[in-house]
């Protein structure tokens, strides 16, 4: 069985991705289970989806947490020690990263015994897509051709009957988009992992938890301040001081209070905190706040 687990922020199009490489499968012969994990938070936020490809039929359910292939579609992640894309990946493991950096550069920062691949994913959606903030095709694409077992025509079989499903249109596009990806990888050869069993006398019953502490209820005030959610960023807002012209309707219409203001009544964006959503560009009348791509992981 091949596990493959998906990583990315929430509108990226993580959960199509593991939907489209589940459907590929199928469509070349194989038993697929795919499903995402998220929470209650919006746009921007990590979440983490799973693809289990096999010839038998998948019984194994839940979360992966050995997996054989990761895909990380943003690279900021990798600075996220909540998101902890790289969690469980070993020797046998092959990780991709959708990077700007050099292969050797990531290697270096990451320091994985794991075989590492990359390439910039969102410089190749925004020739064909004319955009970079949507991955599921690319990222589906990427995974689908490093597993090895999918043709290039299933995968284009299941993009096209994936995207037709969610009414997207552009469905010439992300079919060109996949050919160039496909192209542009290989096959990664997976050393064998060990499959576990689990012995009846492993199995550990639960008992029922506490309320407090088992729901996903945020008992303790003013906790926000803590979670800097500035990490969730894909895109930073930038004010253009020359041109702003004080009428704070961006500091009105964050929806997170990430602006606030500085000497002089300027808005000041709290880059910590905000998570990158754009409203307030959109919503500046004179279009005084430019949109910049998160450089993405530093040394
Ligand atoms: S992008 Fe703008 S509106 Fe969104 S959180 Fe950041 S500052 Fe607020
Ligand atoms: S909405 Fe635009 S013009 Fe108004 S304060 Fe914000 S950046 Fe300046």
Redesign the pocket.
């Known amino acids: 069985m091949y596990r493959i687990r998906l990583h990315g922020r929430g509108g990226q199009g993580i959960k199509t991705a593991s939907q489209i490489l589940g459907t590929a499968a199928f469509y070349s012969g194989y038993q697929a289970q795919d499903f995402p994990l998220y929470g209650a938070e919006r746009r921007g936020a990590p979440i983490v989806a799973f693809t289990r490809i096999s010839e038998k039929p998948v019984l194994e359910r839940g979360p992966i947490s050995s997996p054989d292939i990761i895909l990380v579609g943003d690279e900021t992640l990798l600075d996220d020690p909540q998101a902890a894309p790289l969690c469980g990946a070993d020797e046998s493991t092959a990780v991709f990263i959708n990077s700007t950096l050099e292969t050797s550069v990531l290697q270096q920062q990451l320091h994985l015994s794991s075989s590492l691949l990359k390439l910039n994913l969102t410089e190749l959606c925004i020739q064909h897509l004319n955009k970079g903030t949507v991955l599921s095709t690319a990222l589906a694409a990427a995974g689908a051709r490093l597993v090895g077992m999918i043709t290039l025509e299933a995968l284009l079989k299941a993009v096209d009957a994936e995207l037709s499903q969610q009414g997207i249109g552009s469905i010439q596009e992300n079919l060109n988009l996949t050919k160039e990806i496909f192209q542009n990888l290989f096959p990664v050869v997976l050393k064998p992992r060990k499959e576990k069993t689990i012995s009846p006398s492993e199995i550990i019953l639960m008992e029922q938890a506490n309320i407090e502490e088992a729901a996903p209820i945020i008992l303790s005030p003013g906790n926000m301040i803590l979670r800097k959610t500035g990490n969730w960023r894909v895109q930073r807002p930038e004010?253009?001081y020359e041109?702003?012209?004080?009428?704070?309707?961006?500091?009105a219409r964050c929806p997170d209070g990430a602006?606030s203001l500085g000497p002089d009544d300027k808005?000041e964006i709290d880059y910590d905190h905000c998570k990158g959503c754009l409203i307030?560009a959109q919503?500046?009348?004179?279009h005084?706040?430019n949109t910049v791509r998160e450089a993405g992981v530093e040394s």
């Open positions: 004010i253009d041109h702003c012209n004080h009428c704070l309707i961006c500091y602006i808005p307030c919503e500046c009348p004179g005084f706040i």
